[in-house]
């Protein structure tokens, strides 16, 4: 009788033990599925295997890297890294088998793709940030310690997947299982120390969140910084440990826990909110979301605004490079910069058709000017104070006509766009339906799509159902912003009784005491 129990024990063990064996990496890996584009996107071709790329194209020496979690599809992640890094080009990997990129997912494959795709970012772009997120945050590591990698970003990193697995599963031999422990120790540092790796980063950031019911442990984590970056370069807070935290360390510990489950409530609205439109700075379209996917688009009726924008961008562009050129910062690189732009805006006044006629004249001679002067100052390797507005002044009138034509045609798509959108809609739903209008951090005063929502929903839903979203360059991600919107909503319903009290600062009643009246931080007066 011993001896069977003992036969079936081992059998079971055994087959526990195959089980994981022929199962572990659907623990680790959770493909992602082909989703529609949140981000422009390219193919890299590696061995056995083609990933595709996501990312966010931009000229000049800086780019940001970023290798995503085991169920991450880092489509979405793209367009928020390249709101928050404007100056830097994007690159997000999707590992085999995620969305699109072929191949099955394991540590050495994706450690190869990781390399092969920092060494074709680091060729286009010198000064390059790297960001790992969970699983990703053991690439980044390795890479920092092979690459010449300008600055290491860890989000929530692990200590390895051996010791997760085996503190999970203490029963099980995990050293001879194991098929992808991700070591905590990068290749290239020796066991009793650090020792010099070819590469090290400037500085290294860390955001992490543990607690006890983790299964990753402060000290463990602490180990693992041990093993990265140049000493003292690590900053970030860690919550939690093997200890009683200090009292201030555990009420921010709990504060990130309390906004942990205010964003559970937010992401699930995602898909709850019936109905919400969105329009993007600049492009004139209205995007129809209903229950957090976009279903229709309400194009611009006037092809030609997007031509406009995309031409008279140059003049962005031509006063951005001789102010470069006034600091004398990158002398170099400006007066190069300076010797392109002006190739562009010659090509651009070629391109400057297909406008209304008195549109297209007035266009031509302000980007003829505009390459004029980048021209001057390519040959001359200098520029300046004033010259931009010395050249432009003459041609103020060219300008105004052409902002006055483009301001209308705006403001006539952005209405039929908004009336078409309410009379698709059922009356109850577009009677609650929030507008949201998208675009930069800052939102500059008498915004022409704000004045468009105006005329079709009343000025009195100004702030109401008509709100200006900042940081927000997506439709995807305005559908995650109108969710957040009705969270707050129902926050300040619930707690405050005024579904309107989240909308302004939570301290807002003090404000408006001190202040004299309620107020708006706009750009500039009348």
Known sequence: MLWSLLTIAIGVYAGLCLVFLVFQRSFIYMPTPVTPAHAQAFTLEVP?????????????????????????????????????FPDRAIYGLHYRGYSGSSGRASEAALRRDAKALFELVHGRHPDVIVVGRSLGSSLAIQLAAEEPVARLVLITPFESIRAIAQRVAP???????????????????????????????????????????????????????????????????????????PPADRIAALNAEFRGLYSANRDELVTAVPLAAATLIGTAEIGRIEHGRITHIYPAATAWVARVKGLLHGLIALQATGARLVRGTDAAAARHDATRLAGMLEESTRLATGLPDA?????????????????????????????TRAALAPL??????????????????????????????????????????CGPPFGRRDSIEVAAGMEVLGRDALGKRLLYIDNVFTLDAAARQAAGCVADRDLGTDVFGDPLRMWRDLLGDTSRRRAGGGFFPFMGVD
């Open 48 to 84: 056995g295997a083609t990933v595709c790329v996501s990312c966010r194209p931009h000229d000049g020496p800086q780019a940001l890297v970023y290798f995503g979690g085991n169920a991450e599809d880092v489509a979405y992640t793209v367009p928020e890294l390249a709101a928050a």
């Open 396 to 437: 103020q009138g060219d300008l105004e006509s052409i902002l006055d034509q483009t301001g209308a045609a705006v403001f006539a798509d952005v209405v039929a766009g908004l009336r078409a959108f309410r009379e698709d809609s059922r009356p109850e739903d577009w009677a609650s339906c929030l507008v949201l209008v």
């Open 359 to 387: 549109m297209t004249a007035a266009a031509g001679r302000v980007l003829a000017a505009a390459a004029t002067l980048s021209r001057h100052w390519a040959e001359e390797g200098r520029a300046t104070a004033g010259d």
């Open 171 to 245: 029963f099980l031999p995990m050293r001879l299982l194991l098929r992808d422990p991700y070591p905590k120790r990068p290749a290239g540092l020796s066991s009793g120390g650090r020792s010099a790796p070819p590469h090290s980063p400037r500085g290294i950031s860390i955001m992490i969140r543990i607690d006890r019911r983790q299964i990753v442990s402060g000290a463990a984590v602490a180990a693992l910084m041990t093993q990265v970056g140049p000493p003292g370069t690590a900053s970030g807070q860690e919550s939690g440990g093997d200890g009683p935290p």
